[in-house]
C-alpha cells in the first residue's frame, strides 16, 4: 500500500492515449474515479490485483452487474466503519442488483476481490499504536 495508497493502489487502467507516469497525469476508473497514473499496454484494460498478488481483468472476468456492485464497494471499503459495516453493504448490494434488478450471485472471482477489500478495511480502520505509522 505505501505513502500513495488512497483507496486505487491495485488498479491499474492501461489505455492507448500516449499518457505515461512521468507526466504525473491520471486515468478514471469505473464511474470517472480517478486512478493513479498508468502504465501503457492494452487499450482500455483494467486490471485489479489483490494484495495476495491475483489479477483480475474487469472488463473479462466479471459480469455487468458485478462490476457495478465492486463500483459500490470501493466506496465502502474506504468509508465503512468496519468490517461488519463493509459486509452489510456487500451483501445488499447483492441483494438489490444492478438497477433493482434483483439479487446477484457472487462469483468466485467477486468473492476473491470483496476478500481482499475486507482486509483493506481492516487495516484502515485498526489502531495505531504510539511509535507506528
Same mark, same amino acid.
Given at each position: ?12 487502467? !492501461? =489505455?492507448? #492515449?500516449? *499518457?505515461?507516469? /512521468? ?7 469505473? +464511474? %470517472?474515479?480517478? !486512478? =493513479?497514473? #498508468?502504465? *501503457?499496454?492494452? /487499450? ?7 494484495? +495476495? %498478488? ?80
Amino acid at each position: 500500500m505505501g505513502a500513495a495508497y488512497h483507496g486505487f493502489s491495485q488498479w491499474h487502467r !492501461l =489505455p492507448a #492515449c500516449g *499518457l505515461s507516469p /512521468a507526466r504525473g497525469r491520471c486515468h478514471y476508473g469505473p +464511474s %470517472g474515479w480517478a !486512478l =493513479p497514473p #498508468c502504465r *501503457l499496454k492494452d /487499450a482500455e484494460t483494467m486490471i485489479y490485483t489483490t494484495q +495476495s %498478488g491475483e489479477s483480475f481483468d474487469l472488463e473479462k472476468d466479471f459480469s455487468s452487474p458485478e462490476r457495478h456492485i465492486l463500483q459500490k464497494l470501493l466506496i465502502w471499503k474506504d468509508m465503512a466503519a468496519g468490517v461488519e459495516e463493509f459486509r452489510l453493504k456487500k451483501r445488499e448490494a447483492l441483494q438489490k442488483g444492478w438497477g433493482d434488478s434483483g439479487p446477484i450471485q457472487a462469483s468466485r472471482n467477486l468473492e476473491s476481490i470483496t476478500r481482499d477489500f475486507e482486509v483493506q478495511v481492516v487495516l484502515r480502520v485498526r489502531p495505531v499504536k504510539p511509535g507506528q505509522e
